[in-house]
């Protein structure tokens, strides 16, 4: 039985297209990384060749963000429209860490790395599951509403920067997730659907350690490359990110992952009422 290296894992799930079939993929080849982790003989990183996009189901729709159509929270339609947003966001992180694993196995970093990675793609598989779950159990689906087509677009601007990809994927995409599902969960507790907001508690509390992985391997190669991290952060957020950052920010969970707020202040959208004194 020949071996399979970790890269020939990550492009295989982003070759596949089902998501549950990707996250089922994602999950089994997380569990034979750690297996061979724990057992002292790590499979080999090795290099591949991931597609430049990964592979999706035929549903839901891709449409341009501005023509996806918005739908009031307060209704029971908007709810499941969040969720499918959710979901899509979801899913789109699966391939998303398994990219970065796929992208950049020419790039020698430490196996700390792709542990933190798989187990991101682990968990992101997870939070798929459960919000499909809750979908279902509204009487919806993935794929039955359509989804954003921009989402993956800060991996292809960053396909040759592995910095800028942790910049602008972990550290400013996920690190936004942090701010806006409080808010989230206060809609469905307001509903009370008891199993999406035990779903989405979960994401959250995990999604910090997403930011907090970003952070680390950021702060690590700025290291390796003698370069300011905070500088470094900025010009790389100019360069690849579109637009500004939108506040409010979730200041105390970003700086459990290691985001302080010199880092996205400067890049925030500040009109004079919301600009702070200090
Ligand atoms: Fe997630
Ligand atoms: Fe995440």
């Known amino acids: 039985m020949t ?14 297209a089902d998501g549950r079939e990707k996250t089922a993929l994602s999950h089994k080849y997380a569990a034979e990384w750690f297996a061979t982790r724990d057992a002292g003989t790590p499979l080999p990183v090795s290099e591949a060749e991931p597609p430049l996009r990964p592979a999706r189901p035929e549903k839901p729709e891709l449409l341009d963000p501005r023509d996806v159509p ?13 969720l499918h947003a959710v979901a899509h966001i979801e899913l789109n992180a699966v ?9 950049f196995g020419h790039i020698k970093m430490p196996l700390g790395f792709y542990d933190d990675w798989v187990k991101s793609a682990d968990e992101e598989s997870k939070h798929f599951n459960m919000v499909c779950d809750c979908l279902e159990a509204m009487g919806s689906h993935y794929g039955a509403m359509p989804a954003h087509a921009g989402m993956w677009r ?6 040759d920067d592995i910095m800028g990809r942790l910049a602008v994927v972990p550290m400013v995409l996920e690190a936004r997730g942090l701010d806006v599902t409080p808010g989230m969960i206060e ?3 307001k509903a009370k659907e008891t199993a999406t907001i035990e779903a989405l ?16 391997w ?13 500088d470094e952060f900025h010009r790389l957020v100019r360069t690849y990110f579109h637009g500004a950052l939108k ?3 979730n200041e105390e969970k970003r700086a459990e992952a290691g985001l302080p707020p010199d880092f996205y202040w400067p890049l925030a959208d500040q009109t004079p009422v919301k600009k702070r004194g200090s």
Do not use: N
């Open 154 to 159: 800060a991996a292809e601007d960053t396909v």
């Open 70 to 82: 918005r739908r009031r929270p307060g209704s029971p339609e908007g709810r499941k429209a969040i």
């Open 3 to 16: 071996q399979k290296t970790l890269t020939q894992m990550a492009v295989e799930v982003l070759t596949t």
């Open 247 to 249: 506040p409010p920010f």
């Open 187 to 189: 809609i469905f507790k």
């Open 201 to 216: 508690e979960v994401i959250y509390a995990e999604e910090v350690g997403h930011v907090a992985y970003g952070s680390k």
């Open 95 to 103: 391939d998303l860490h398994w990219d970065i694993i796929a992208r």
């Open 218 to 230: 950021f702060h690590f190669l700025c290291g390796r490359h003698d370069l300011d991290p905070k």
